[in-house]
Each structure stands twice: as C-alpha cells, then as structure tokens.
T-cell receptor, first 111, second 114 residues
Framework: QQPVQSPQAVILREGEDAVINCSSSKALYSVHWYRQKHGEAPIFLMILLKGGEQKGHDKISASFNEKKQQSSLYLTASQLSYSGTYFCGTMKGGGADGLTFGKGTHLIIQP | DAGVIQSPRHEVTEMGQEVTLRCKPISGHNSLFWYRQTMMRGLELLIYFNNNVPIDDSGMPEDRFSAKMPNASFSTLKIQPSEPRDSAVYFC????????????FGQGTRLTVV
C-alpha cells in the first residue's frame, strides 16, 4: 500500500519553514525519507524506526507517530539547496523489505 | 566505493526489442532493489533480492519483465518485448538489508521505447 504524501507541492521563499506529511493505512514499522533533485537519484535523508522517534540533522528533522501511522518532515529556515522532490518510504515489516514510496512532494525554494 | 553502478545510462529502443538493464551494487550490500520511476506512477518497487535470492517480485508489471541476480555483484532487469509504455527511468538500489539501513541508489537508466 502506497503511503500518501501531502502537500503535492510547496513553493517557499528562502528562510521560510515547510512541513511535509506522510500517512499510511497500514501499520508502520519504519519511515524513510529521501530527496531527489531533477535528473538525479534519490538521496537518503533519514530513517525513523520507533514510534514517536524524532530525528534530524542540520535544519531538517522528522517525527514518527506510530499510533496515527504518520510521519512528518520539517524543513526549518529553508535554503535554496533544499529544492527537490521529497519522498517518504515505508516497509511492510522488519527485514530486507523494499521501500514503497509515496508520490512525492515537490518543494521549490525561491530566493 | 564507486556506489551503485547502472548501465547503460540511456537506452533508446524500438517497440518489440529486448532490453537489458544492468546493475552493480555496492560491495558488501546483501539487498538489491529495482525501481521504476514515471511522472504518473512515481517510484515503484519492481523486485528485490536478498542474498541473491528474489524475495518479492509482486511489483513486476508483466511477464515481459524478468530480473536475475546471478551473484552478489551483478543484477539484470530484462524487458522482452519492450513497449512504449515501458519508457521510464529505472533505478537500482542496494542496502545492507535491514529495515534500519539506508538504500543507495544508482544514477538510473533512462529507457525510451519508440
């Protein structure tokens, strides 16, 4: 089952904040976040493994609400380099499962 | 390490022809994944291998698609016969195989079937 991302697209000015949401109709064991720039491969951002876990680096962080089967990605004081398409990916369970990705959120940062 | 290596980077072929896409995973990774990306459907998981064994091929769209992993350092995705609707970017990714590790993607093969 493909996770659902919202919004589909966001346009921000440099320095503004953004939140990208990811929800699933199935129980989540982990949530993975990736960013893809146009014409490039997806690049890993972070994994959240436990319910309620929050992770982050630099000004990008994420939370995982296991009960609500949701995750959110927070981009604070966005920079031009944050532009791209953000994907959340979920696995069915532990082990070597492949990721099922949402359709992505297009983020455009304007100067 | 050079990362996940895919070849070719671009492929243009005529409808009905056989197409073979190749992937070399990162050395030491024991899971390998094939994805297809289109504007309409996004990133779709086609098949994944663990320790060279296909674990889940439920994402393979049709019998025209087949994938093999003869050893830990090589995998192929074959489409025969190819159709225009197969046009997409195909990504290969590898990981250490647990749910807590990141997947490293190759640069992709852009396939155009005319």
């Amino acid at each position: 089952q493909q996770p659902v991302q919202s919004p589909q697209a966001v346009i921000l000015r440099e320095g503004e904040d953004a939140v990208i949401n990811c929800s699933s109709s199935k129980a989540l064991y982990s949530v993975h976040w990736y960013r893809q720039k146009h014409g490039e491969a997806p690049i890993f951002l972070m994994i959240l493994l436990k319910g309620g876990e929050q992770k982050g680096h630099d000004k990008i962080s994420a939370s995982f609400n296991e009960k609500k089967q949701q995750s959110s990605l927070y981009l604070t004081a966005s920079q031009l380099s944050y532009s791209g398409t953000y994907f959340c990916g979920t696995m069915k369970g532990g082990g070597a499962d492949g990721l099922t990705f949402g359709k992505g959120t297009h983020l455009i940062i304007q100067p | 390490d050079a990362g996940v290596i895919q070849s070719p980077r671009h492929e243009v072929t005529e409808m009905g022809q056989e197409v073979t896409l190749r992937c070399k995973p990162i050395s030491g990774h024991n899971s390998l994944f094939w994805y297809r990306q289109t504007m309409m459907r996004g990133l779709e998981l086609l098949i994944y291998f663990n320790n060279n064994v296909p674990i889940d091929d439920s994402g393979m769209p049709e019998d025209r698609f087949s994938a093999k992993m003869p050893n830990a350092s090589f995998s192929t995705l074959k489409i025969q016969p190819s159709e225009p609707r197969d046009s997409a970017v195909y990504f290969c990714a590898s990981s250490l195989g647990s749910s807590g590790t990141e997947a490293f993607f190759g640069q992709g093969t852009r396939l155009t079937v005319v």
